[in-house]
């Protein structure tokens, strides 16, 4: 079965620019998490969707937000970019509601300019 | 704050050798730890340890959780080049949010 899809895969952007990411979660998974993935930071929780709710937000700024569709694909934008922003996002999906079995999506890289 | 402490952060060995990874945390109580493999972008799922002293195994890998110590080990033996990767130790809570805390990852380096 397909795995968890992130698109786009690279991601260059300028300061103060605004930028959409997506997670097609594997079929049947409704539980769709996000991670930012930076060097000095490692693995920091984004937020936690299930069944289009946003259950659990982690400790970033208002900037960085998201979404999940009735499909389960769930979305996340950064506004106003910072050069810190730069990193790997990556999306995590589970079939069940407590985050068991997760399975992570490759990622997207993006750069801030 | 939940804390999850990996050791070491880095590891160079040769072939063949076996490791040891090492992971604590700080998580007053937690439904599962977990051990990832990261290789270039997805983190691919090791383990889950729910219970103290009940190792698993997958080949040359192990790994066992110690709730009284607050520790786990991953283990793998007859290291080949392909075990070179980050090593994600994570802790699933039951309180508070419904999250993986990472810690920071161990570098695994296998030379030929």
């Known amino acids: 079965k397909a795995g968890v899809t992130q698109t786009p895969r690279y991601l260059i952007k300028t300061r103060g620019q605004q930028v959409t990411l997506s997670c097609s979660p594997i079929?049947?998974?409704?539980?769709v998490s996000w991670y930012q993935q930076t060097p000095g930071q490692g693995l920091q929780f984004l937020f936690e969707?299930?069944?289009?709710?946003?259950?659990n937000k982690g400790n970033f700024p208002g900037r960085f937000s998201g979404r999940q569709f009735s499909n389960s694909r769930s979305e996340m934008n950064v506004s106003t970019l910072e050069l810190g922003d730069s990193a790997l996002y990556l999306c995590a999906s589970s079939l069940e509601d407590r985050g068991y079995g997760y399975t992570f999506g490759s990622g997207t890289r993006l750069t801030v300019v | 704050e939940d804390k999850v402490v990996q050791s070491p952060l880095s590891l160079v060995v040769h072939e063949g050798d076996t490791v040891t990874l090492n992971c604590s945390y700080e998580v007053t109580n937690f439904r599962s730890l977990l051990w990832y493999k990261q290789e270039k972008k997805a983190p691919t799922f090791l383990f889950m340890l729910?219970?103290?002293?009940i190792e698993k195994k997958s080949g040359r890998l192990s790994s066992i959780l110690d709730k009284k110590e607050l520790f786990s080990i991953l283990n793998i033996t007859a290291t080949q080049t392909g075990d070179s990767a980050v090593y994600l130790c994570a802790v699933y809570p039951i309180q508070g949010a419904q999250k993986l805390v990472f810690g920071q990852g161990t570098r695994l380096t296998i030379n030929p």
């Open positions: 079929s049947g998974h409704r539980s």
């Open positions: 969707y299930f069944s289009e709710t946003q259950r």
């Open positions: 729910t219970s103290s002293g």
